[in-house]
C-alpha cells in the first residue's frame, strides 16, 4: 500500500512538543497511511532523539542537518525524502493542531493542488495575539499580495501550515530565503487550484519561537528575490522610466505651447500635464503592464480614467510631500521637490498596480 500523505516537520529544539505531536498526528490519521519527516537542524536539546525513539511504534524519519539553515531551507530539503504524492508542511510546536489535516487532505482528495490551512478565511484566527502582531502579521501579507500580485488570491499566502500535491513542485527550483516556503511554492510551483481551510493559530505549547527581526528582514529579502525572480522589479524600473519620458512631454509641450503657440503659460501647463498623464499611460499600458491588460475599448479607458485620477491625486501628494518637507522640516524647496517626486511615483505605482492594472 503506498503512503497517502508525507507530512514534513522542520524542528529546532523542540523537544517537549515532538510526543504529543506524533501521538495526535496519529490520532487525526487514523484512517490514512502516512509518515512524518523530521528535519532537524542539530537542535541542542534532544529533539532527533526524542523523535528517533518514536520510530518503532509511529512511520516517523529523522533527517539531521548539520547547520542550522533555516525553516524554509528545511522543507526543501525534506521534500527529497517523501513517498507520497501528497505532501504536507507543518510546525512541530502545536500551533498548527494536527486535527486540521484531515480537511486539507479532503481539499486534496476534491482536487485542490494546494491545501492551506488558513488563519485569513471563515473559521480561522490567531489565539492570543496583540494588537501588534496582528499588524505585522496582515501587513506582511499586504506587502506579499502588493508586490506579488499572483498571491493576491490567497488570503494567508505566509501559512506554514499546508498541503500540496508533489507535482505542483517537480519541476521547480525553489530558492527561499527564512520562513516563508508557501510564499516561494505558491510563485513558483506550478498547480491550478488552491483551496483555504480555517483555523485557529494556537499559542504555543513548549519551548520557544525562533521568530525575530531577523527574520523580518528575511521576509523582505525573500520578496526582494522574488519580484526580482518574476520580473517584478523590471517592471518597476519600466513605470520610472516611463514617468521620466512624461517630464519630457510636459516641459516640451509647455514651452512649445507659450513660446510658439502664444498661450499664456498657465493654460499650456494644463494641457502639457494632461498629455504627459496621456503619454505615460499609452506607454504604460504597452511597455509596463502588457500583461495586465484586459481587451476591449472599455476597459482601454477604464484604466486610462483609473490611471488619470491616480496621477492627480499623485500631484497632490507630490506638492503635500514639497510643503510638508519645506514649511516644517525647513528643507530648501528644491531638495524638499526629489522627496515629492519620490513620494508621488511610490504613490501612483502602487495604486497602478492595485487599482489601474490590477
Ligand atoms: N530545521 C529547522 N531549522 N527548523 C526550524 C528552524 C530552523 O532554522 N527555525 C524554526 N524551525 C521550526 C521550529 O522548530 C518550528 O517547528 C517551526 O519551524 C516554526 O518555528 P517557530 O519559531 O515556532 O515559528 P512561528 O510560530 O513564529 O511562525 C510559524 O507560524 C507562522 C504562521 O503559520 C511559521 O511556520 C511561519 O512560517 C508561519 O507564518
Ligand atoms: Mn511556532
Same mark, same amino acid.
Given at each position: 500500500m503506498s503512503t497517502a500523505v508525507s507530512i514534513i516537520i522542520p524542528t529546532y529544539n523542540e523537544r517537549d512538543n515532538i510526543i504529543a505531536l506524533v501521538r495526535r498526528i496519529d490520532q487525526a490519521l487514523s484512517n490514512y497511511e502516512y509518515e512524518i519527516i523530521f528535519?532537524?537542524?542539530?537542535?541542542? $536539546?534532544? !529533539?532527533?532523539?526524542?523523535?528517533?525513539?518514536?520510530?518503532?511504534?509511529?512511520?516517523?524519519?529523522?533527517?539531521?542537518?548539520?547547520?542550522?539553515?533555516?525553516?524554509?531551507?528545511?522543507?526543501?530539503?525534506?521534500?527529497?525524502?517523501?513517498?507520497?504524492?501528497?505532501?504536507?508542511?507543518?510546525?512541530?510546536?502545536?500551533?498548527?493542531?494536527?486535527?486540521?489535516?484531515?480537511?486539507?487532505?479532503?481539499?486534496?482528495?476534491?482536487?485542490? $493542488?494546494?491545501?492551506?490551512?488558513?488563519?485569513?478565511?471563515?473559521?480561522?484566527? %490567531?489565539?492570543?495575539?496583540?494588537?501588534?502582531?496582528?499588524?505585522?502579521?496582515?501587513?506582511?501579507?499586504?506587502?506579499?499580495?502588493?508586490?506579488?500580485?499572483? !498571491?493576491?488570491?490567497?488570503?494567508?499566502?505566509?501559512?506554514?501550515?499546508?498541503?500540496?500535491?508533489?507535482?505542483?513542485?517537480g519541476n521547480t527550483e525553489l530558492k527561499p530565503t527564512g520562513y516563508k516556503i508557501l510564499l516561494e511554492i505558491l510563485i513558483e510551483g506550478e498547480f491550478q487550484s488552491v483551496a483555504e481551510v480555517g483555523y485557529t493559530f494556537r !499559542?504555543?505549547?513548549?519551548?520557544?519561537?525562533?521568530?525575530?527581526?531577523?527574520?523580518?528582514?528575511?521576509?523582505?529579502?525573500?520578496?526582494?528575490?522574488?519580484?526580482?525572480?518574476?520580473?517584478?522589479?523590471?517592471?518597476?524600473?519600466?513605470? %520610472?522610466l516611463v514617468g521620466l519620458s512624461g517630464i519630457l512631454v510636459n516641459m516640451g509641450l509647455l514651452w512649445l505651447l507659450t513660446e510658439f503657440v502664444g498661450l499664456f503659460y498657465l493654460l499650456s501647463a494644463a494641457i502639457s500635464i494632461e498629455s504627459s498623464i496621456i503619454s505615460n499611460f499609452i506607454l504604460n499600458d504597452f511597455f509596463t503592464f502588457p500583461d495586465r491588460r484586459l481587451p476591449g475599448a472599455k476597459s482601454f479607458f477604464g484604466r486610462l480614467l483609473k490611471y488619470n485620477l491616480v496621477c492627480v491625486a499623485g500631484l497632490g501628494v507630490n506638492m503635500g510631500v514639497l510643503w510638508l518637507l519645506t514649511d516644517f522640516l525647513g528643507i530648501f524647496y528644491l531638495v524638499s521637490e526629489l522627496g515629492g517626486i519620490v513620494a508621488a511615483t511610490l504613490w501612483n505605482y502602487t495604486l497602478s498596480i492595485l487599482w489601474a492594472w490590477k
Open positions: 528535519i532537524d537542524d542539530s537542535s541542542n $536539546d534532544g !529533539t532527533a532523539e526524542v523523535a528517533a525513539a518514536l520510530s518503532p511504534k509511529y512511520p516517523v524519519k529523522v533527517i539531521i542537518r548539520q547547520n542550522k539553515r533555516g525553516l524554509a531551507s528545511a522543507v526543501v530539503d525534506g521534500l527529497g525524502y517523501v513517498k507520497s504524492e501528497v505532501i504536507g508542511v507543518m510546525d512541530a510546536d502545536l500551533q498548527h493542531p494536527p486535527e486540521v489535516i484531515p480537511q486539507l487532505l479532503k481539499e486534496i482528495g476534491s482536487g485542490a $493542488d494546494v491545501a492551506i490551512a488558513s488563519r485569513y478565511v471563515e473559521g480561522g484566527g %490567531c489565539q492570543g495575539w496583540g494588537l501588534m502582531r496582528r499588524i505585522i502579521s496582515k501587513g506582511a501579507i499586504f506587502l506579499a499580495h502588493l508586490l506579488l500580485p499572483s !498571491t493576491r488570491k490567497v488570503k494567508d499566502p505566509v501559512s506554514g501550515f499546508f498541503m500540496i500535491n508533489r507535482r505542483v513542485v !499559542t504555543r505549547s513548549g519551548g520557544e519561537s525562533k521568530l525575530n527581526a531577523r527574520q523580518q528582514i528575511d521576509y523582505l529579502k525573500h520578496i526582494y528575490s522574488l519580484m526580482r525572480r518574476k520580473g517584478e522589479l523590471v517592471r518597476f524600473a519600466k513605470f %520610472c
